[in-house]
């Protein structure tokens, strides 16, 4: 019996703390005063989960320990120098303040000049603003948390800033919104890299979305509609007893006895989505269920859920998640 959980809590040590590969990509993750514990993590965990083929560091601007914006204090085990060695570098949130943001400490700005050219370049939420400072956005679309978006553009008005969606990929550069957008960034790093089945089994590890695409809006603050049974509510619950059928954006406007302008209307104030891309979103979900808990065929799960035919579940499925339904099933039922 010990013997057993010895080796059961040797295979979990191993999945959850492997050791680099030799001629691992070397990430490091720059921790500046302020810093989000939250944010801070999740290079660590979501790269650090992908088999040993990323080796991911912790610096500092000067080596010493960082002040959190919690009630804690973190010590990096690595000073700027590492930075120069990194394949790609990763900066975290950290508590922005007007003087700060206006004026980027001197030493994250020294500590950044030490980063290779041709390193790639990645900011979870207001990290974008010490990439602005450097200068590292001008002519760039980016993003940061819609909360700071317009702070963010008084003081960069050089950076194209999109504050509506998780995550912008320029190839060397990246920037993402605030807290779970940076696990999307770094899983679309790992996708990018290694492909879809690692990026998954990734996922899988850290028990997280696999994939949301960058595009998608940000979960900005907005007054819900009080609730009511005269809103969309029930017509979306009827929709999802349904998902097998045709479902016209006029039938779900009859069930709500609304118009279909109204209804539309309506469905996005209460959803943040139309109703054509809800229903798709609520057909995939329901597909990626029965690929991963069935042996159904692809052309039999795709008309269970509504696709017309197997090939738009193909060209849906590939657009979120950048497989094909085989891989897909193929990755998570061998996961699971």
């Given amino acids: 019996m010990l ?27 720059l921790a500046l005063d302020g810093v989000y514990p939250f944010e801070l993590g999740i290079p660590h965990r979501v790269l650090g989960s992908a088999e040993g083929r990323y080796e991911v560091r912790s610096a500092s601007v000067d080596g010493l320990p960082v002040r959190t914006d ?14 120069a060695e990194a394949d790609t570098v990763v900066i975290p949130p950290y508590a922005v303040t007007a003087a700060s943001a206006a004026a980027a400490d001197p030493r994250a700005l020294a500590a950044l000049a030490r980063v290779r050219p041709g390193t790639r370049l990645v900011s979870i939420c207001t990290g974008a603003f010490l990439l602005a400072a450097a200068g590292l956005l001008d002519g760039r679309r980016a993003t940061t948390h819609w909360a700071l978006a317009d702070h963010f553009r008084e003081l960069f008005p050089q950076v194209e800033l999109d504050a509506g969606v998780l995550f912008v990929d320029h ?4 920037t993402s919104a605030g807290a779970a957008s940076g696990v999307d960034v770094c ?17 899988r590890c850290c028990v997280v979305p696999p994939y949301r695409d960058g595009g998608q809006a940000q979960y900005i603050e907005q007054p819900l509609p009080p609730a009511s049974t005269t809103g969309t509510g029930p017509t979306r619950d009827w929709a999802l007893g349904r ?15 609304m118009s279909t302008r109204t209804f539309a209307r309506r469905f996005r104030e209460e959803t943040g989505l ?21 042996d159904l065929p692809v052309e039999r799960v795709a008309h269970e859920v509504g696709f017309a035919t197997a090939t738009s579940l193909r060209r849906h499925l590939a657009a979120q998640a950048g497989v094909a339904p085989s891989a897909y099933r193929r990755t998570f039922r061998a996961s699971v």
């Fill in 171 to 174: 190839g060397d550069v990246l």
């Fill in 243 to 257: 998902l097998g059928q045709p479902l016209s954006l006029d039938e779900m406007a009859a069930h709500a006895a």
């Fill in 70 to 83: 919690s009630d804690l204090t973190v010590t990096p085990g690595h000073g700027p120098e590492v930075l």
């Fill in 187 to 203: 899983l679309h790093l790992v996708r990018e890299d290694h492909g879809s089945e690692v990026a998954n089994q990734v996922a």
């Fill in 3 to 29: 013997t057993d959980t010895a080796a059961r809590t040797a295979e979990l040590e191993r999945r959850m703390r492997p050791v680099p590969r030799p001629g691992a990509h070397r990430v490091v993750v």
């Fill in 274 to 294: 139309s109703p054509g891309r809800w229903l798709t979103r609520q057909r995939l979900r329901r597909a990626q269920h029965l690929l991963e808990s069935s």
